[in-house]
């Protein structure tokens, strides 16, 4: 997330001193965006978004990259079938609140772990269905309890068919 400090010619819609997020995906069309993690950023305007002044800094920049690494997980990466669990630490982050929210659409059960006490009941309150707060419980212990002899399958570490 930034703010545009000099525009190419002919570029239109966008102005000097306008906020904006990079999407650097190669899922967006245009010129790749050689790393976000800059000073100064070159980029196609297609891949940028403007930000409305009502978003923090911290929001805007989680836009291009929270919730897509979230699709992309239940969708792609993980491989978990509906009805299945699907186990995540950090559930409390941004990432793992999403997936939570996510998961529920394919019919994916979540075992969510989280550090703190007080995010048990904000997790739930997401859709988490199973709960265990590192501080205070065992989440092996409590997988077990919740999945039985059966557990968690680890996903395939195989790319996905196309």
């Not at 403007?50 to 990466?77: F, H």
């Not at 075992?111 to 995010?119: E, F, L």
Request: hydrophobic share 40%; glycine share 10%.
């Amino acid at each position: 997330m930034g703010c545009i400090e000099a525009l190419g010619a002919d570029t239109e819609g966008l102005k000097i001193g306008e906020r904006v997020v990079a999407f650097a995906i190669p899922a967006v069309p245009g010129p790749r965006v050689a790393g976000t993690w800059q000073e100064y950023l070159v980029a196609d305007t297609h891949r940028l978004l403007p930000v409305p002044d009502r978003l923090s800094e911290s929001t805007a920049c989680q836009l291009a990259v929270n919730p897509l690494t979230a699709l992309l997980l239940v969708t792609r990466e993980l491989d978990v079938q509906p009805g299945a669990w699907l186990l995540q630490t950090a559930a409390g982050s941004t990432v793992g609140r999403l997936v939570i929210q996510l998961a529920r659409h394919p019919g994916l059960r979540t075992i969510n772990g989280v550090r703190r006490r007080d995010a048990v009941e904000e997790i739930k309150a997401l859709g988490g269905d199973e709960v265990s707060c590192t501080e205070d419980e065992d989440l092996l212990q409590r997988l077990t309890e919740v999945t039985g002899p059966a557990g968690v399958r680890r996903p395939s570490t195989a790319p996905p068919a196309t």
